[in-house]
């Protein structure tokens, strides 16, 4: 979970405290962490080379990438709400 947390600074770095409170008290935050961890990998061993899937197959991995990402900033949004 370690690396999930530090790409998700790298890819929200203005809400840093939101991003912690929500991995040390969402368990839906941390999957969806997990989840957008896992697609990041798969698609960037697709895109290097090492893995092979068809391309309608990578363009899915890369939609389902982006609506976790969407989640995780309606879930970071609600916290600086709160």
Same mark, same amino acid.
């Given at each position: 979970?370690? #690396?999930?947390? *530090? &790409? @998700?600074?790298?890819?929200?770095?203005?809400?840093?405290?939101? =991003?912690? /409170?929500?991995?040390?008290?969402?368990?839906?935050?941390?999957?969806?962490? #997990?989840?957008? *961890? &896992? @697609?990041?990998?798969?698609?960037?061993?697709?895109?290097?080379? =090492?893995? /092979?899937?068809?391309?309608?197959?990578?363009?899915?991995?890369?939609?389902?990438?982006?609506?976790?990402?969407?989640?995780?900033?309606?879930?970071?949004?609600?916290?600086?709400?709160?």
């Amino acid at each position: 979970m370690s #690396e999930a947390g *530090h &790409d @998700l600074h790298a890819l929200f770095p203005d809400h840093g405290p939101a =991003l912690h /409170a929500l991995k040390l008290g969402s368990s839906n935050f941390r999957q969806l962490a #997990e989840e957008h *961890h &896992d @697609l990041q990998s798969r698609i960037q061993r697709v895109e290097a080379g =090492l893995a /092979a899937v068809a391309e309608d197959q990578l363009e899915d991995l890369k939609k389902r990438r982006l609506f976790t990402l969407d989640e995780i900033a309606a879930l970071i949004a609600i916290e600086e709400e709160a």
